[in-house]
């Protein structure tokens, strides 16, 4: 089994940076497929930036070059470091890991971004 556990989110102003962990608890294999969605307020969850078993990385079209999704083996965590911060991405962020063999969709509970303009 695995559980994720979000930190890191909170109020800034636009322009600043907030950095968002997601701890693994149970094993990452290195085919697993791990991003970070989000959701905001009356608005469809979609995918921030994810990183997939080989080594590719893909982000939403909105926050390339503000964005960068990271991990740590060894801490058994992904980030999201998170720059130039502008209200629309006022959400939810969830961390998300989809393992295909075999299949497993895992969702931790989300942490709050909130950016005031």
């Known amino acids: 089994q695995v559980q994720l556990v979000e930190s890191g989110g909170g109020l800034v102003q636009a322009g600043g940076s907030l950095r968002l962990s997601c701890a693994a608890s149970g094993s990452i294999f290195s085919s697993d497929v791990m991003g970070w969605y989000r959701r905001a307020p009356g608005k469809q969850r979609e995918l921030v930036a994810s990183f997939t078993g080989g080594g590719k990385t893909n982000y939403a079209d909105s926050v390339k070059g503000r964005f960068t999704i990271s991990r740590d083996n060894a801490k058994n965590t992904v980030y999201l470091q998170m720059d130039s911060l502008q209200p629309e991405d006022t959400a939810v962020y969830y961390c998300?890991?989809?393992?295909?063999?075999?299949?497993?969709?895992?969702w931790g509970q989300g942490t709050q971004v909130t950016v005031s303009s």
């Open positions: 998300n890991l989809r393992r295909l063999l075999p299949y497993k969709d895992c």
